[in-house]
């Protein structure tokens, strides 16, 4: 079956770095769209960064807009994040659309367990 499974989530202090990994598994086609979403208690989930096949194209929430990077190699989808805030704290999911889609939650058929990033001096 389908899974995606986040990592690289933890405790890092402003200004500090960090790498987010979702390793793919169990697709028999290929997905178009992947992305990640962020979760804060209290928050709704937004959507911070995706990635289209079709059309090569790169999405970058303006919050995140110059700090994050998403890349793939393979099977795994990466978010690059530096220059992390105290305000980047969040549950951070990955997701996979098999039709092109924009970065909406609702867009996405398959999603990961989540991993916790918190940004704190």
């Known amino acids: 079956q389908v899974q995606l499974v986040e990592s690289g989530g933890g405790l890092v202090q402003p200004g500090e770095s960090l790498r987010l990994s979702c390793t793919t598994s169990?697709?028999?086609?290929?997905?178009?769209?992947v992305g990640w979403f962020r979760q804060a208690p209290g928050y709704d989930s937004e959507g911070i960064s995706c990635?289209?096949?079709?059309?090569?194209r790169t999405y970058y929430d303006e919050s995140v807009k110059g700090r994050f990077t998403i890349s793939t190699d393979k099977n795994v989808v990466y978010l690059q994040m530096n220059s992390l805030k105290p305000e980047d704290t969040a549950v951070y999911y990955c997701?996979?659309?098999?039709?092109?889609?924009?970065?909406?939650?609702?867009?996405?058929?398959?999603w990961g367990q989540g991993t916790q990033v918190t940004v704190s001096s």
């Open positions: 990635m289209r096949a079709s059309d090569q």
């Open positions: 169990g697709f028999t086609k290929d997905y178009d769209t």
């Open positions: 997701a996979a659309a098999m039709s092109p889609t924009g970065c909406h939650r609702l867009g996405f058929d398959y």
